[in-house]
Nanobody
Framework: QVQLVESGGGLVQAGGSLRLSCVAS????????MGWFRQAPGKEREFVAA????????YYANSVKGRFTISRDSAKNTVYLQMNSLKPEDTAVYYC?????????????WGQGTQVTVPS
């Protein structure tokens, strides 16, 4: 079992930046691919970014490519999502996830979510 706790959400003006953090515990952090997903009101949860166990592979949704950066720090058992040039359409609850591979279907452990709001 892996426990995930996100932090760093908040309200930010369009064009601003936020950095989300997710601390993992319970199992060996390096054994898992880590990812970020988000769910906006009235919409399904969608993939945002993922990084493989060894950090050699990284994927981004087209909607965030060039603006968001995922990184992981094994010494701190933490994965980050740096979000720049935020837009109102980035407003959502952001979830951290851990899984066996970077394929969205393989993420099996989830955090409780952190709210990001970008007013229009």
């Amino acid at each position: 079992q892996v426990q995930l706790v996100e932090s760093g959400g908040g309200l930010v003006q369009a064009g601003g930046s936020l950095r989300l953090s997710c601390v993992a515990s319970g199992r060996t952090f390096s054994n898992y691919a880590m990812g970020w997903f988000r769910q906006a009101p009235g919409k399904e949860r969608e993939f945002v970014a993922a990084k493989s166990r060894s950090s050699t592979t990284t994927y981004y949704a087209n909607s965030v490519k060039g603006r968001f950066t995922i990184s992981r720090d094994s010494a701190k058992n933490t994965v980050y999502l740096q979000m720049n040039s935020l837009k109102p359409e980035d407003t959502a609850v952001y979830y951290c996830a851990a899984g066996s591979t970077v394929a969205p279907r393989d993420f099996e452990y989830w955090g409780q979510g952190t709210q990001v709001t970008v007013p229009s």
